[in-house]
Structures are given as C-alpha cells and as structure tokens.
C-alpha cells in the first residue's frame, strides 16, 4: 500500500525511465541468454549500459591476474593501460575474497582511471577473475544518479551471470576438446596394445627361426614396409640366425659382415653399452650401406638377448607415411619382439640343457646299472672269497694243527712205501734174520778148555773197529762182511776138524752167529759160539 | 736289539731258507740209505743201541721216514707234524752219536 502511494507519487518521467530501465534489462537479458562467446557478452554489456545510461563511452574487460585478458571498448577508453589494469587488480586484492556481488569503485574512477570513467562497476566471477564496466560521463552532462546505478549495477548482475555461464561453457568445451584428445590418445594406446597383443599371440612359438620369421613379418605388415632383415648373432657358438624378407633373396652374410653389421649398429646407437633385453635404435644409418643387404634400410634397432648374443632388426621404408612415424610404437614393437625371442633363445637353452641331462640321465642310468652288476659280482667275489678264505683258513690250521692222524699218516706212509721198495729192491734185506744152521754154545769155561787143549782157533766176529779196540790175545778178526776174502787168505789150509769158538756180539748184532755158520759153510765140523762173555775174559786161551 | 733278533729269527724269508736246507738235507741223506739197507743196518748195528731184532726194520723204515719227512717239509704239508718227526730223529741221531763216542 505504502509502495503503491509511493509510486504512485513519482512523476511520470521518473516512472517511464524505470519502465526503461527494465525493458534495457529485459532486452539485455534476452541477448545475453543467447550469447555464448565472452567477447559477445562482453560487448552487449557495454552497449546495454551505455545506451541505459547515456554514457558518451567506456569498456567492458574480463581482468585476469593482472592484465585485461578480454576487452571490449568505445572510443573514450582507449588509453586503458596494463599499469591501470594492476592497480586495478591490486586494489581489488586488497579487499579480500568477500567479493560475490556487483560492486562500483568510486576510488579508481573519475581522474584516477585513464578513460576518465564517471562509472567503474566490478563483477566478481570465478577463479580470480573480475568483469569490469567502465562508463564516461553521460552526454547530457548530468552526473549519475542512483537510478542509473542501480540500472548499471542490474546490468551487472546480468553480465556476471552470462559471464560465467559463458566462462562455464567456455571451461566446458575446453575440457570436453581435452577429454576428446584424451580419448585419440587412449584410443592409439588401445591400438598399440591391441598390435602388441596380436605380435605375441602370432610369436607364440618356442622355436627361434619361426620366432625369428614371424616377428619379422609381423613388423614388416604392421607398419607396412616391404623389406626388412632380423640378424642374431652369437658370439660365443659363432652361430647367425637370418631372417629376411620382401627381398627376391635373402642376403648372404657371412659370419664376418654380421660382426660388421653389428659393429656399425652399434656406432650409431647413443647407448653403448647394452644390457640383455636392452633395444636401441641406430640413429645413424648412413654407415650400414657398407654391408650388403639387399635393400635400403630406413630404420635399425640394435638389441642384446644376452651376454655375447646380439641382433640387428633392419627395416625398409615404409609403404604409409603415416604409419612410419609411430616411432614408439615400433619400438615397442622390437622390445616385445626381442621378449620372444629370448624366450625362444632360452627354451633352446633349456631343451639343450634338457637333452643333455636326459643323456646324463641315461648315462647314470647305465652307471647305475653297471654299478648294480659290479655290485652283484662284488657280493658274488666276496662271497667266494669269503669262502675261500674259510677253505684256506681251514687248510692252514690243519696244516699248523698237530693230530695224531698225521703222525699215523707219516709213519704209515713211510712203512708201506720201504716195505714195497725194500721187497723189490734187489739189495733189499729182510726185516728178521733167518733162524741159520744150529750152532752149539759153549760157556767161558769149556772155550779156554778148548782153547787150551785142544788148540781151538779163536775168531773175533765183531768188526774190524770193535776188534782193534780191545780183543782177546790169540783171537783172529774175521769180520762177516770179509769172511771170504779172509777165510781165503789165511785159512785155506786150515784143519777142518780143528775146533773153532767164535765170539762176538752186540745188542745190535750177532756177528758170532754169522761167522760160525760161515765156517759150517766151509766144512768146518767143530764150530762153536761162546757168548755173553767179554772179550778179554778169553785172554786165558792164549798159548 | 732284542726286538731286532726276534724279527729276524722269526722272518718269514729265514723260515723258509731253513725248510728248503732241512728239507734238502734230510731228502738227500735218506736217498743212499733206501739203496743200501744193509749198509744202513750195519750203521745202525754200530751204534750199539738198537736190539739186533730192530735193527733189519729199522734200517729199511728210517730212511722212508726220513724221505717222506723231508718231502712234507718241503711241500708244506702237516708242517707240524713233520717238524717234530724230524726234531725227533735229529734228537735220536743226536744220542746215537754221543752214546757212540762214550
């Protein structure tokens, strides 16, 4: 009620110039809804509040850190300066971040700005940033009331929020135009991976030349170049592997032009010392036209699959520009492709080392086997020597052993044996004596009677020894063994019927008993044997 | 020195020189008296020790015994029993000569 009195009390050029006012901010709203691009907004700003107000001039500016970063102007604010735009933007500073609405600086307008602006209006917007609105004095010559800022400060919140829409929108596309590069990247990465993925399914392979062949081709269909020669070279065996392809043949490389090759590779890399699985791209390929290849390669890559092996990737040009630029990816492409290839060098190790050790087994195996048969065979001889050691043990006590068995053994042996040799030899004797002829004994008494009376000859049977050391006075020796040769040459002529005593015998033998019946032999009649007497007990027979 | 005797007296080389002498010797001395009994009996006879009715026997059995003796000896068979054989004879020559020269 009272607002309507109120206005119902204004005059009625007070009540169309509001009606103005709002149908400028109306309009002005409208435009803006429509505007997008900050320097629209910005302009449609600055004609709407100049027009509203009747400014002779003035600017609209975006003020960023410390410079005008988007400006708009008329002809009065030309001399708008970056000097004015830092004071501008310290003064703003110093007031803090309370800044959230339009705001008018009468301390930087009038003299202080360069423009001369009777207006300065400040609209606070994002990330530091502030639109500003300068106005000139009205070309009426009339200072500005409050209805005019009130039109201005209107405006201003119309600018702010188109501003930042636009700011918004503007942040908007800035970042969807980034996500969607974001996306070519992650795409060309999807793709790379997607490359890699296919190289490996297609080099799943355990044998170096195919490995070798379809890592080559892989390369070569990829990036679309037609020629291109994969070099390995170990050092230590002196063994090269070749792959090439798109060539009408191979080149023919000796062992010395891949050292060569490689040398040269390894000239133009910048990394010279290598580590396994290290790739490093030649950058200088001018110097590899020494060796023969068949072909110009545009691109090498010098890789170590491990100690003392080497290897050389060499590319011709490719068929697509475009695809010869993808640097990194050939890259990659060569490191997954020396992954499988020392895959490939280590399986070939592990089946050397594999067939080896299944030799090794198998040479155990036979060892063992051997070893099993010796063992058997040495159980087997032990065994037996054991045994025999038992027999020998056995034999050598019983020869060490002392048994009456084998002193019967002995003697019995050594009978049978003189008993047989003795019956066959021809000077063999008997064991006992024949009985002999009877000879009659005489006693001591009746041999020196005898003797005495009847001049018997006294013979001394015993042998010549026992007869020179003692004998009976008168007695002749005559031993048996010479009997003959005696009785022949003292007693042939000797009386046989003179009595003859014989003596002599031992314990061992009875001399006078082979005498006597040699005499019988001779046809002596009166022979007779005196016995157990000694021999000089007869020395009484002596004439 | 002690210790030093004993290995040689009891060194296996000096046990063998000494089977090998005897064992010669007794083969040799046992050769002649096999051939001539009766001269071997007279020998006996000598001595005066062996009753006449041995003496026959004796010579014809002796010098086999010492034969056999010697062979055994030398081939190493009943060693012990032939060692104390022949220790025995030597032991009875022994006496045989002593008693002759009393």
């Given at each position: 009620m009272g607002q309507n009195m109120a206005a119902a009390a204004r005059p009625e050029g007070e009540i169309d110039r509001a009606r103005y006012q709002f149908q400028i901010l109306s309009d002005t709203a409208a435009e803006l809804s429509g505007a997008r691009h900050p320097h629209k907004i910005l302009e449609s700003f600055l004609l709407s509040a100049q027009g509203g107000v009747g400014a002779r001039g003035g600017f609209a500016a975006i003020l960023g850190r410390g410079e005008f970063q988007l400006m708009t102007r008329s002809?009065?604010?030309?001399?708008?300066?970056p000097e004015y735009a830092k004071v501008l933007r310290e003064h703003l500073d110093a007031l803090?971040?309370?800044?959230?609405v339009s705001f008018f600086?009468?301390?930087?307008q009038g003299e202080l700005c360069p423009g001369k602006c009777e207006l300065l209006l400040v609209c606070p917007l994002d990330d530091g940033q502030d639109g500003i609105l300068g106005l000139e004095a009205n070309l009426a010559g009339r200072p500005y009331d409050d209805n005019d800022k009130q039109l201005v400060a209107g405006l201003g919140t119309l600018f702010q929020t188109s501003l930042r829409f636009s700011l918004f929108a503007t942040r908007v596309e800035l970042l969807n135009a980034e996500l969607s590069k974001r996306n070519d990247t992650l795409d060309r990465q999807i793709f790379h991976l997607h490359a890699l993925r296919d190289l490996s399914r297609e080099i799943i392979r355990v044998d170096m030349t195919d490995v070798m062949d379809t890592f080559l081709l892989t390369v070569l269909g990829h990036f679309a170049r037609p020629q291109g020669l994969l070099l390995l070279h170990?050092?230590?065996?002196g063994k090269v592997f070749t792959s090439a392809k798109g060539s009408s043949a191979g080149p023919e490389l000796a062992t010395r032009d891949v050292e060569r090759l490689i040398f040269l590779c390894l000239a133009g890399v910048?990394?010279?010392?290598l580590q396994p699985l290290q790739v490093e791209a030649v950058?200088?390929?001018?110097?590899?036209?020494?060796?023969?290849?068949g072909f110009e390669p545009e691109r090498a890559y010098l890789f170590m699959l491990r100690e003392n092996m080497y290897g050389v990737m060499l590319l011709g040009r490719s068929l697509d520009a475009s695809v010869s630029t993808e640097e990194e990816l050939l890259q990659a492409f060569v490191s997954q492709g020396v992954m499988h290839l020392k895959n490939a060098d280590s399986f070939a190790t592990i089946s050397a080392l594999n067939e080896n050790l299944a030799e090794q087994n198998e040479e155990l195996r036979r060892t063992i086997s051997e070893l099993t048969r010796a063992k058997d065979q040495i159980s087997m001889l032990e065994a037996a020597g054991r045994r025999i050691a038992s027999i020998v043990q056995s034999k050598a006590e019983g020869l060490i052993r002392v048994r009456g068995f084998d002193f019967v053994l002995i003697l019995a042996l050594s009978l049978g044996m003189a008993l047989a040799f003795n019956f066959h030899n021809p000077r063999g004797i008997s064991l006992i004596e024949a009985a002999g002829p009877e000879i009659p004994f005489v006693t001591l008494e009746q041999a020196l009677d005898l003797i005495e009376s009847e001049d018997a000859l006294l013979v001394d049977a015993r042998p010549r020894e026992f007869f020179e050391r003692e004998h009976a006075a008168g007695a002749i020796n005559i031993p048996a063994a010479l009997f003959d040769l005696v009785y022949m040459m003292?007693?042939?002529?000797?009386?046989?019927e003179r009595p003859i005593v014989v003596f002599g015998r031992s314990v061992s033998r009875r001399y006078d008993q082979i005498v006597a019946g040699k005499f019988l032999g001779r046809d002596h009649e009166r022979v007779y044997i005196v016995k157990d007497v000694a021999p000089l007990a007869l020395d009484g027979g002596e004439k | 020195m002690t210790s030093r005797a004993l290995r040689i007296l009891t060194h296996p080389l000096l046990s063998l020189v000494l089977r090998l002498y005897l064992s010669g010797v007794f083969i040799y001395a046992s050769l002649h008296k096999i051939n001539f009994p009766a001269e071997f009996a007279d020998n006996i006879a000598g001595?005066?020790?062996?009753p006449y009715w041995l003496v026959n026997p004796l010579a014809v059995f002796m010098p086999w015994l010492e034969l056999v003796c010697g062979l055994f000896l030398l081939a190493w068979v009943r060693v012990r029993a032939t060692s104390l054989l022949i220790a025995g004879m030597l032991i009875m020559f022994t006496l045989a000569v002593i008693v002759a020269l009393v």
């Open positions: 002809s009065l604010s030309r001399s708008l300066t803090g971040d309370e800044r959230k600086v009468p301390s930087l170990d050092r230590s065996s910048r990394q010279k010392h950058e200088r390929m001018e110097a590899l036209a020494e060796v023969p290849m003292q007693m042939a002529a000797e009386d046989p | 001595y005066l020790i062996v």
